[in-house]
């Protein structure tokens, strides 16, 4: 995490590099490592936690739409499709159902098995597509126990796949990061005069899908106890704390 000295800070958003001017007045750039599924779904226990039932259902179930996008860039990416070409493609596929289609697809074809179920049973009226289609479409507020139900389930069906992944497809992950750090502003920074460019760090910000994602597990780990590790971990992520932190204007957003 950046840290300062007082108690200034930047809203965590959309963008993942920031640049930093320390107390003695140096600059550099920080880029932020996590993807923005890990993101997202720590905004939901966020949501949950501060009592937004349906905030936080919604905030997991695009963290999951998310999640599913970049099983399928991995995926492309391993096949040997070219970065430019892929998010081409991926700009003419917007609507969630073409994604969720794709990625249901693409996973038929690598486990020549149905990917796990996006709907089993909330409670014994309500799947988990439906607590989402209402709370999104209809404004339906769900109670707690339906919006703790939710949020395990999506934590747990993106971790049951991504504990693999690393080991499937460890060269496009690699491969997706260093188009990360090929973005337009540290493009910039590289055109300049050696003495006049900023020093570039990164960092993984601490969050309940980041472990996984970063060293892999062999299984989730209870509700509670990413419930419990969000809260303690809450400002690291929601907040970068600095003297004088900005977010650069980055094209696109975290991959």
Known sequence: ?????????????????????????????????NQ???????FSLYAFSDGYWREAVMSAATALESFMGYYCRLFMVDSGV????????????KLSERRTGLFLGLYLIEHKQSAPSLKPKITSRIN??????????????????????????VYNYIVNIEINLRSRYEDAMIYLWHQQLDNTQLRSNRALPEEERMLVLTGSERTALEYIHIHGVCAPEPFDSILKNSLENRYNIQRLRSLNTHPLDVEGSII
């Not at 070219?82 to 596929?93: G, H, S, T």
């Not at 597509?129 to 919006?147: D, F, M």
Request: aromatic share 14%; with cysteine; glycine share 6%.
């Open 1 to 33: 995490m950046i840290d300062g000295t007082n108690s200034n800070f930047i809203s965590f958003g959309n963008a993942n590099t920031f640049k930093v001017t320390c107390p003695s007045g140096h600059q550099y750039i920080y880029l932020i490592q």
């Open 82 to 93: 070219d970065f430019d070409e892929l998010e081409l493609a991926w700009r003419n596929i």
């Open 128 to 153: 988990a597509i439906e607590l989402r289609n209402s709370a999104v479409h209809e404004g339906r507020i769900p109670s707690e126990g339906e919006a703790r139900k939710y949020l395990e389930f």
């Open 36 to 42: 923005q599924f890990e993101i997202l779904f720590e």
